[in-house]
Structure formats: C-alpha cells, structure tokens
C-alpha cells in the first residue's frame, strides 16, 4: 500500500449557516490522504498505473469553488465522494478546515475517512 498526500490546499467557498456566510466565500483548507497500490505505477513509470493527483485535484477545486453547503461534514463528503472517483484509489481521508470559524480558535475542522469494500 501507498500513500499520497495532498496539502493544506487553499480554497474559497461559501460555507456556514450565518447570513453573511451565505454571501461571501471564506477560506477553507483541505488535505487529503489517498491509499492505493502503487505496485504497477513503480515498475512501469507511467501516470495512466498510478493517482493523476493534478487531476482530481483540479476536480476538487472546481467543485469547492462553486459550492454552497451550510456543514463542512457535506463538503468533506462530496470531496471524499470526488477522490473515491479514482479506480485506483482503496481508501480515502479529508480533513477540512475553516479557519477563524470560532473567534478564539485558529480553526475548525471535519474530518472524513472511507474505503472500497
């Protein structure tokens, strides 16, 4: 098993529940942890046996970018749902920040993990 590591991307959306949340896109920070068997990819050198991560990556961007979820826990799920897209990919966390969601907390984060059965 491998592991890949996506980390602190810095991405906008409109998230909260707050009226002014509902208007202006706050910032928000994802990592994502993807497990896979990178066996094939390291004998053959080739991006089509392993995690295109610029792709999915730019997927994920896109989605969260246009988004307006109220709970971090539904756009943790849609960006786990996202990188479980991958048919390479056996199992999955993301951890989302929103930063200065509490006035005296750095940040507040949800964290999701699933797997292929």
């Known amino acids: 098993m491998s592991t890949i590591h996506i980390t602190d991307l810095h991405l906008r959306a409109i998230i909260g529940n707050n009226p002014w949340e509902r208007d202006k896109k706050q910032d928000v920070i994802i990592n994502i942890t993807i497990d896979f068997d990178a ?13 295109d991560y610029k792709a999915l990556t730019k997927k994920i961007i896109k989605h969260v970018e246009t988004s307006r979820y109220f709970l971090l826990e539904r756009l943790a799920a849609k960006v786990l749902d996202i990188v479980l897209t991958v048919s390479v ?29």
């Open 39 to 51: 066996t094939k990819a390291s004998k053959s050198d080739k991006l089509k046996d392993t995690v």
């Open 89 to 117: 990919i056996e199992a999955a966390t993301v951890r989302i920040d929103k930063p200065q969601a509490l006035r005296f907390a750095k940040s507040v984060s949800v964290t999701l993990t699933a797997q292929r059965p």
